[in-house]
């Protein structure tokens, strides 16, 4: 399994002296395709600061960051840009879709801002709405689709093209537990098709979804879940009570 | 679980065989609780005799006897489901019993402590989360079984994030419960 992301005693300090806060420190993380990975901690922990560095937004004060094997402390400032356009798909809690562009242009205009023709990213903007069952909606307009239709969407302009890293910063932060549900449903859909997902989240019944549960505390990850066996262990039948 | 409610329910639809019922109990509650069928005769015997079902055939004891709601027991389950469960006084809580105990015990770090049990619970709401995950989306008795022991297992993990914020805002040489008893303190009623 190649490992998409990988984080290596990163820290991160923001301001000096008195001011100095330390947000991560010596943080160890890899996720491989195909694997869901949570960071839970409450706020402050560090959580969004670990998302952006890992989504190359954020330089770390040490360490060093590895996306699909490529150290980014050795790109350029364009490079790193590239990389980004690329590889990496963002999901934040409120959806960012632009209100004049339908779901499929919405999806597809990551790609043609990379300079893929329009017919082409299109097409590609389909086969990402598709693949996640949303083929649909293609057509509509993000103010025609529910909160949690939209972020569905957004989960699809996360992977289109080769996206293969996809961090996802409280992606059902401000829908209702069934949607929520929906939303992670899709998400974990996306990784089983051999995208790494980062999810940052307080909740954990969001947490939940993930092959993985990293705990983050005062900007270290002091702990972290077993990967969980399969769901026929829990059916067994228990006495009755 | 009240067994005896949960088949008056199932009659309520029409009258029924014992081995029925027992199927169709476990297919309702996600077959999350498994019923032997001695305890679904015995409970229909007790029904029976409290004039909550009636059989085919009183005096009869085979496989193909049928029952049917009384117009007493359908007002008996509307009275049940319409009966808050017993949630006053609370539970008494072992864990909540555990980081209390803990908190004056030299060499015990409570966040530690608190973090060991968070990992346990979230693993734990992962299973169940997977169970939800692998199973078919018409599968709503499932789906509704997993949800309440996620939202019952999250609601612990809140707990013990908030009890670790309180605990970390105290200050260290802070003398537990001893001087800090109010001089009057309201006390919960726990359930024994």
Known sequence: MTALLELRRVSKVYG???????????????????????????SGSGKSTLLTIAGSLEEPSAGEVLVDGSALAGMTRNQRARLRRRLIGYVFQDFNLLAGL????????????????QHAARAAGLTALEELGLGDQADRFPDELSGGE?????????VVGDRRLLLADEPTGALDSVNGEAVMRLLRAACKRGVAGVVVTHDAQLASWADRVVFLRDGRAVDQTARPPGPESLLMPRPNR | MSVRHALLA?????PKYGLQLRQEFESRTGEVWPL????????????????????????????????RITPSGGRELDEWLRTPPETVPPP??????KVLVALPVPGVDVHELIQVHRRHLVELMQHYTHVKAEASDH??????????ELFRLEAVVRWLDAAETRLASLPAARPVATTAVPARRHRLEVRR
Do not use: C, H, W
């Open chain 2, 36 to 67: 032997n069928v001695g305890q679904v005769y015995t409970t229909l015997q007790r029904l029976e005799r409290d004039g909550l079902v009636e059989s085919d055939d009183p005096e009869g004891d085979g496989p193909k006897k049928g029952f």
């Open chain 1, 16 to 42: 000096s002296g008195p001011a100095l806060v330390q947000a991560l420190f010596e943080v160890d993380l890899t996720v491989d395709g195909g694997e869901l990975v949570a960071v839970m901690g409450p």
């Open chain 1, 102 to 117: 339908t779901a499929v242009e919405n999806v597809a205009l990551p790609l043609e801002l990379d300079g893929l023709g």
């Open chain 2, 139 to 148: 599968d709503v008795e499932l789906a509704l079984v997993v949800d309440a």
């Open chain 2, 10 to 14: 199932l009659l309520s639809e029409g």
């Open chain 2, 92 to 97: 008494r809580d072992e864990l909540v019993i």
């Open chain 1, 150 to 158: 939209r972020q569905r969407i957004a989960i699809a302009r996360a």
